[in-house]
């Protein structure tokens, strides 16, 4: 193939997949960033393989294998970079309910703090707080386990503690110091 040709063939297969392949990313991996630039680095490859003249029989599956295989690749180097008990936290339950049965702090500081966080952890929020559904059945539409979500909602309540002012004494969050 041309380089005209080979570069058709791309525009062609990018606008068909690049949706499917997105969202599988933003589902796996917890950074958007880091998602979006997975993603850049798997049409690159893509791009790669056309200009070499490789016989793609499916293009959607490939680039599917591509993110997966750096998806895995992702988190096998920040394995290595960090110990594994730094990622474990001891999921508060009452904390988490409390949460769920308290109003002092308004919703619209929550749902700007939680945009921005990651995309998992915001549809994590969604779907639990918003739209009333379990530990488990959130767990199954993000594709995690129960426990990565609960710990997820936990870190996140974390630091949404110290985002959020506290304004009246009935606060949820509250600090055992003053803030200067």
Known sequence: ????????????????????????LLCKISS?????????????KFYDKLKSDAVILDAKHYLLRI?????????????????IEEHI??????????????????YEEI???????????????????VHDYTIEKTA????LSPSTVKSRMYRAIKKLQNEIKEGESHAFFRRSKKIR
């Open 32 to 44: 958007r960033e880091t998602a979006e630039d997975i993603l850049q680095s798997v049409y690159l």
């Open 67 to 83: 993110a997966k295989h750096a998806v895995a690749d992702y988190y096998k180097s920040r394995r290595m970079d960090e110990s």
């Open 111 to 129: 749902l700007e703090s939680l945009k921005n966080m990651d995309d998992v952890t915001y549809r994590i929020f969604m779907l639990h707080y």
């Open 140 to 143: 199954e539409i993000v594709g």
């Open 1 to 24: 193939m041309n380089n005209n040709e080979v570069r058709e063939r791309f525009e062609q297969v990018y606008n068909k997949t690049y949706d499917y392949i997105n969202r599988f």
């Open 89 to 106: 936290d001891i999921v508060d339950e009452k904390a988490l309910d409390k949460m769920e049965n308290d109003d002092s702090f308004t």
